[in-house]
């Protein structure tokens, strides 16, 4: 089937806006990881969400950061009052399984902050 | 505190020539080592794991726990392998991945 979706994959946003980053995840898994990935980083931890509930949302960088999975499949990350440092990629993932296993990766939104 | 890192930012190598990128991670625990790889214009994907103790494409990482070290190694590079790497780790009771900051190899004909 497919794999990890992310819309957009490009966003271009002025200081100040509000943005919502979408994420659908490989259907039936029930872990679900939001990354962040500066320019020249690796990826790192934001939050992540079993089935529905967010069990650990200690990786994000500020209050102005909101993650859902209201109905535990598709979830948005929500960035209010964006910042330049706020630019990034932003990577979704989902495990079939609790726990540590492979996590499969979506290909990344792209948020640039003007 | 759980980090990872990669000393090498880039790695050159020619085809059929060994390839190693090393990988150091501290971790007061038990850990989990990864190491994903992405290709170019592709998503990033696992490429092994240490419990496996699999061959995957031709490379192999031990987990060496006395250098806390778990670096990926390949005897004859390919041009194919030419890509990005990144070692990760996990806690064995925990989920999510600290990764480190990446190592690009480039492998020339």
């Known amino acids: 089937g497919a794999g990890v979706s992310q819309s957009p994959r490009y966003k271009v946003a002025k200081r100040g806006q509000d943005v919502a980053l979408r994420c659908d995840p490989i259907s039936g898994h029930v872990s679900l990881f939001w990354y962040q990935q500066a320019l020249g980083q690796g990826p790192e931890f934001l939050t992540y969400f079993q089935n529905e509930a967010q069990l650990d949302k200690s990786g994000l960088p500020s209050d102005r950061f909101f993650a859902e999975r209201p109905e535990g499949s598709v979830s948005t990350l929500k960035i209010q009052r964006t910042q330049q440092e706020d630019s990034a990629v932003y990577l979704c993932a989902s495990s079939s399984r609790t726990g540590v296993n492979e996590q499969f990766f979506g290909p990344g939104t792209r948020l640039t902050v003007l | ?109």
């Open chain 2, 1 to 109: 505190a759980q980090r990872v890192t990669q000393p090498e930012k880039l790695l050159s190598v020619f085809k059929g020539a060994p390839v190693e990128l090393k990988c150091n991670y501290s971790y007061s625990g038990s850990p989990e080592l990864f190491w994903y790889v992405q290709y170019s214009r592709q998503r990033l994907q696992l490429l092994l794991r240490h419990i496996s103790r699999e061959s995957i494409k031709g490379f192999t990482a031990d987990l060496n726990k006395g250098e806390t070290s778990f670096h990926l190694k390949k005897p004859f590079a390919q041009e194919e392998d030419s890509a990005m790497y990144y070692c990760a780790l996990s806690g064995i009771s925990d989920y999510k991945l600290s990764f480190g900051a990446g190592t690009t190899v480039t492998v020339r004909a």
